[in-house]
Antibody
Framework: QVHLVESGGGVVQPGESLRLSCAAS????????MHWVRQAPGKGLDWVAV????????SYAGSVKGRFTISRDTSKNTLYLQLNSLRAEDTAVFYCARDNSNFFDLWGPGTLVTVSS | EIMMTQSPATLSVSPGERATLSCRAS??????LAWYQQKPGQAHRLLIYGASTRATGIPARFSGSGSGTEFTLTISSLRSEDFAVYFCQQYYNGWAFGQGTKVEI
């Protein structure tokens, strides 16, 4: 079976950093582009970042560009999202999702990031 | 930037009834439109892609239609497990989601 499981969320203060992980099982990250999507409390889904299957392409939402970095470790079959200079408005559940012809065919259950002083 | 608008925000229906959810794009997205189901504590589930193609394992009571800027997700006869939040997403130019429609009893 194919699965994605996020981890690394927690409570941090404004300006601090956090690294989220997304462990993939049942398939190889080498073969798929991967995304991060977030959902603030009571709000809709916001696309955050994408990395292509060959790591040649990355793209970020304007609200996180320069602060967040997407990466992956194929030896661990794990996707990452480095979150720097966190703000209160970054508080959200973060989901990783697998790209299939640009729609998302597999999601993880999410990990909660809370930015609060 | 393409903006997605879903309506209604909340849809109150009874089991067995038909539910019709709408999604509008601020500019044409052709048929690059997907629908997802979200339930508390569960991973999002892909229902429809290409505006009208059901994903693997999705029951036939779910159907999608539309192209350009107007799209519809129809659940023909609601079952208890269908009460959830539904999101549309365009993937024509980047990726953007609607704000969701909550289908409740």
């Amino acid at each position: 079976q194919v699965h994605l499981v996020e981890s690394g969320g927690g409570v941090v203060q404004p300006g601090e950093s956090l690294r989220l992980s997304c462990a993939a099982s049942g398939f190889s990250l080498r073969n798929y582009g991967m995304h991060w999507v977030r959902q603030a409390p009571g709000k809709g889904l916001d696309w955050v970042a994408v990395i292509s299957h060959d790591e040649r392409f990355e793209s970020y939402a304007g609200s996180v560009k320069g602060r967040f970095t997407i990466s992956r470790d194929t030896s661990k079959n794990t996707l990452y999202l480095q979150l720097n200079s966190l703000r209160a408005e970054d508080t959200a559940v973060f989901y990783c999702a697998r790209d299939n012809s640009n729609f998302f065919d597999l999601w993880g259950p999410g990990t909660l990031v809370t930015v609060s002083s | 930037e393409i903006m997605m608008t879903q309506s209604p925000a909340t849809l109150s229906v009874s089991p067995g009834e038909r539910a019709t959810l709408s999604c509008r794009a601020s500019q044409s997205v052709s048929t690059k439109l997907a629908w997802y189901q979200q339930k508390p504590g569960q991973a999002h589930r892909l229902l429809i892609y290409g505006a009208s193609t059901r994903a693997t394992g999705i029951p036939a009571r779910f159907s999608g239609s539309g192209s350009g800027t107007e799209f519809t997700l129809t659940i023909s006869s609601l079952r208890s497990e269908d009460f959830a939040v539904y999101f549309c997403q365009q993937y024509y130019n980047g990726w953007a989601f609607g704000q969701g429609t909550k289908v409740e009893i």
